[in-house]
């Protein structure tokens, strides 16, 4: 998979946080933090890397239902779970805490952030067709440069 494939299901996820988790968002931004500085080892595992395998194993049965929306509905989610304490981390707290989530979640009351955190499939797609499309036109621009010499 080539990172002009993926690039969209960041700036998706990008602008999904900026919608739902705004300070959390504004903070990312300031600290330079990239998504896919943690969601790539989220996704790629569907969370079973991330997560205790009994809540990992409950976001598998729901992708299967939802598709990838859910994984994104899961990824903010987690987020909003810990924003509290990474609002209050400076960059490297909050890139150990995202990349080493403590294993003592409390699944009731993740899952009802999960069930709380409505990510509109709609929505969902209409984002990601758009920065599939950009990303496409990129792709095509750069296509179209004419190589130097060396």
Request: net charge negative; no cysteine.
């Amino acid at each position: 998979m080539e990172l002009s494939d993926i690039r969209p299901y960041f700036a998706t996820f990008a602008a999904l946080l900026e919608e739902k988790l705004p300070k959390l968002h504004r903070l990312f931004r300031a600290n330079k933090v990239e998504s896919d500085l943690f969601l790539v080892d989220w996704f790629m595992s569907i969370f079973a890397r991330s997560l205790p395998l009994d809540i990992a194993s409950r976001i598998w049965d729901w992708y299967v239902v939802r598709g990838e929306v859910y994984l994104f509905q899961v990824g903010l989610s987690i987020l909003k779970y810990f924003e509290p304490r990474l609002l209050r981390q400076n960059v490297d707290g909050i890139l150990y805490d995202l990349t080493h989530l403590p294993s003592n979640l409390d699944e009731d009351k993740f899952f009802k952030i999960v069930d709380g955190m409505n990510v509109d499939t709609k929505r969902y797609t209409d984002l990601l067709e758009s920065f599939q499309l950009a990303e496409a036109s990129v792709q095509q621009q750069q296509q179209q440069q004419p190589k130097s010499k060396q």
